[in-house]
Nanobody
Framework: QVQVVESGGGLVQPGGSLRLSCAASGSIFSINVMSWYRQAAGKERELVATIGSGGSTNYADSVKGRFTIARDNAKNTMYLQMNSLKPEDTAVYYC???????????????WGQGTLVTVSS
């Protein structure tokens, strides 16, 4: 079984920074895309940032210039460096990835349990 665990969330003041981590473990042959999503109370889950296996990245307009996504393929770990945080960044942040158990098998979609980020004075 493949598991994904997020960490690094917490309470931070506006303008502050947090670094989130997403660690995948289990019978992983390879990981394709890795993404960070977030969901605020009463809102739909939205894509924050995505990083491909080769390191290409995409960001939501709302976080461009403030957030940076990265991955360490050797550790099956993804990071989200969040700077200049705003109250509207408050949400549960989820790790998402696609992996496969062996070459030629279908990609399997996995979600982490989420980590809460609260930006408030």
């Amino acid at each position: 079984q493949v598991q994904v665990v997020e960490s690094g969330g917490g309470l931070v003041q506006p303008g502050g920074s947090l670094r989130l981590s997403c660690a995948a473990s289990g019978s992983i042959f390879s990981i394709n895309v890795m993404s960070w999503y977030r969901q605020a109370a009463g809102k739909e889950r939205e894509l924050v940032a995505t990083i491909g296996s080769g390191g290409s990245t995409n960001y939501a307009d709302s976080v461009k210039g403030r957030f940076t996504i990265a991955r360490d393929n050797a550790k099956n770990t993804m990071y989200l460096q969040m700077n200049s945080l705003k109250p509207e960044d408050t949400a549960v942040y989820y790790c998402y990835l696609e992996h496969r158990y062996s070459y030629g098998t279908s990609w399997v979609k996995i979600w982490g349990q989420g980590t809460l980020v609260t930006v408030s004075s």
